[in-house]
């Protein structure tokens, strides 16, 4: 590659001359946030589309005062968001894996009806649920952070079942009963032969999880007990409805936080995210 | 897999006795997170209730309701008309996106990697960030963005055509980057021009992924709730026949608010819901009827 002199056509660099600007253009939304994140309230309202000046910048005390103000500190909401996304990945990933590969490999009535309900529930909306997934909810007491993994483990079983069946199917069988004849027992080997082969989509499917748990905001807002716990997107669209009570640059501080982290995991891991946002696509 | 195959087989039989770990927890989750409130959902839609406890059954007269509802009729024409148009605008410039991308040129990497990036926020942060901007555009002219259905509804557009043009512009790449060298070159040798090749060559080549976004594009613009509350919630709202009609709202949102806003109306926004579902079913179902039979096709 290197003794080869890249050669590009006018034409292409003019394309690339117009994909740069295009760009641009594009991070305008995301750099606005950032700009006005730097400056003080009064001045995010003036001219949001204004740089900060020497009068309007006050530094990092908007991210300061995002995190810590009002009754409901923004470091708590950030907490609990982690919280859930991190337990909720962890458990869809064991135990829908675990699932995909009995059913795979068990041809029992249980097996094949749950892999039909599986099917099912990728065409269900969830608005279809979500009013008597609260009651449910409710009623087992899975309205806290630190129980409402299990609803989404439930409500996402689905999908990532679905994603795990098509890549077990197309294991060798042969490796599997070969730790079987040495004596190797069920738990064993899906855990020491069987989870090491499925790396690639446990990543392409941790990752489609992660979005969706972190972003989702209609499941915990329904489903948590929304005096005590929140998470960001609900703090966020909080915030929006208390637009002009509420420090704005504080905010737009806020809202920089909750991108930050999920650009960060992109640029580490650009070329699983695409692939694995790509292979949800057949969720309907 | 064969049954005969299955008794002699080490592995399948030892795995039965284990169930309990392996499938257990997922199925119970299932149960409880899908299973039961779908069928306490589909219950509950024909009957008036507050709580499931008080339910009194009261036959389709909530469908009934749902049809001869304003807001209801509205947010279909809304949801309809939004689907349509960004079908259009999201595919047509994803395309072409795509397709000068695919085409050598300088720093196609960190371009893909740019548009696709206002996938990754939620959409909640979304509208807010884009309520700002479109406030702070509309405040110049004396304005703002809740004050007319017009502006909310193409802002929703362009709001979702920011977020997903990087999405689809993928699913393309990758249909354009699996057509063969050689077709492409024996187009060129045959003498077709850039026009010729991507009609007659090009895009019937890429009908598959073509497919794939439109339908993505169409169910993503029906499932759609988050944007559409944080930009404008369904503002501004009218008097129409009596009844209050929010003009920007989508079907997903005009469900989640007719359950929220009057309390005797719960059974009619799980009716809704059902109806929701259906449309969301058959889509779904077309596309893979429609995905099927171009991979005949092929």
């Known amino acids: 590659m290197k003794t080869k002199k890249q050669n590009y056509s006018k034409l292409s660099r003019l394309l690339s001359l117009f994909f740069l ?3 641009i253009v594009w991070l305008m939304p995301i750099f606005e946030v950032l700009m006005n994140s730097f400056k003080e309230n009064a001045f995010v309202n003036l001219n949001p589309f204004a740089l900060p000046n020497s009068e309007s910048f006050v530094g990092f005390a908007n991210y300061i005062k995002g995190m810590t103000f009002g009754n409901y500190p923004f470091v708590k909401s950030v907490c ?18 675990m699932s995909a590969w009995y059913i795979a490999r068990v041809d029992s009535l249980l097996s094949k009806s749950f892999y039909y309900l599986c099917l099912f529930s990728m065409i269900v909306p969830f608005q279809m649920v979500m009013f008597t997934l609260t009651f449910t909810a409710d009623k087992l007491k899975l309205n806290t952070p630190y129980t409402i993994p299990i609803v989404y483990l439930g409500f996402g079983a689905g999908l990532a079942i679905f994603m795990f069946l098509g890549f077990v199917k197309g294991l060798p069988l042969e490796i599997e009963e070969a730790a079987a004849i040495d004596g190797c027992g069920p738990v064993r080997t899906f855990f020491m032969v069987v989870l090491p082969m499925l790396k690639p989509t446990l990543i392409s499917v941790g990752i489609l999880e ?8 209609l499941l915990p807002y329904l489903v948590l007990d929304r005096t005590k716990y929140m998470t960001i997107p609900i703090h966020v669209q909080y915030l929006k409805g208390s637009y002009g009570s509420v420090d704005l640059g504080a905010t737009m501080a806020v809202i920089m936080l909750s991108i930050i982290p999920i650009i960060l995991v992109y640029m580490f891991c650009q070329k699983h995210i695409i692939k694995g946002v790509a292979a949800g696509a057949v969720k309907g | 897999m064969a049954k005969s195959k299955q008794n002699v087989n080490p592995v399948q039989r030892p795995i039965r006795k284990f169930a309990p770990i392996f ?6 989750a299932f149960l409880i997170g899908f299973v039961w409130p779908f069928i306490q959902g589909i219950y509950l839609s024909f009957c008036k209730f507050n709580t499931p406890k008080d339910a009194k059954w009261v036959g389709i007269s909530n469908y009934l309701k749902v049809f001869s509802d304003a807001g209801f009729l509205n947010a279909f024409k809304n949801t309809a008309a939004f689907a349509v148009v960004s079908i259009i605008l999201i595919n047509v410039i994803a395309f072409m996106i795509a397709y000068a991308l695919t085409q050598k040129i300088r720093g196609a990497n960190l371009f893909r990697t740019v548009f696709f990036m206002p996938n990754l926020i939620g959409g909640v942060v979304l509208g807010y960030i884009w ?10 002219y004396g304005t703002y963005l809740t004050a007319n259905g017009t502006y909310g509804f193409w802002g929703l557009v362009i709001l979702v055509a920011w977020q997903q043009i990087g999405y689809m512009m ?3 790449i990758a249909g354009l980057q699996a057509i063969s060298e050689d077709m492409m070159e024996a187009a060129k040798i045959d003498g077709a021009n ?10 019937p080549n890429v009908m598959p992924a073509i497919t794939t976004c439109t339908f993505l594009t169409l169910t993503n613009s029906f499932k759609m709730f988050d944007q559409n509350m944080a930009l404008t919630g369904g503002l501004p709202s009218i008097m129409q026949n009596g009844a209050k009609v929010n003009v920007t709202e989508l079907l997903a949102l005009n469900i989640y608010s007719t359950y929220n806003i009057n309390k005797n109306w719960h059974g009619v926004a799980q009716a809704k819901a059902v109806v ?5 079913a058959v889509l779904a179902i077309a596309q893979q009827a429609a995905t099927r039979s171009k991979e005949v096709e092929q």
Request: hydrophobic share 65%; with cysteine.
């Open chain 1, 21 to 23: 600007l295009l760009s």
């Open chain 1, 80 to 97: 609990y968001s982690l919280f859930i996304t991190v337990v909720s990945v962890f458990l869809i990933l064991l135990f829908c894996s």
């Open chain 1, 210 to 217: 992660l979005m969706w748990v972190w972003n989702d905001y």
């Open chain 2, 23 to 28: 499938i257990l927890p997922t199925f119970a």
């Open chain 2, 131 to 140: 309520s700002m901007i479109f406030d702070g555009i509309l405040k110049r």
């Open chain 2, 170 to 172: 993928i699913i393309y």
């Open chain 2, 194 to 203: 850039g026009t010729q090749t991507l009609f007659k060559v090009v895009i």
């Open chain 2, 276 to 280: 929701f579902f259906i449309l969301v």
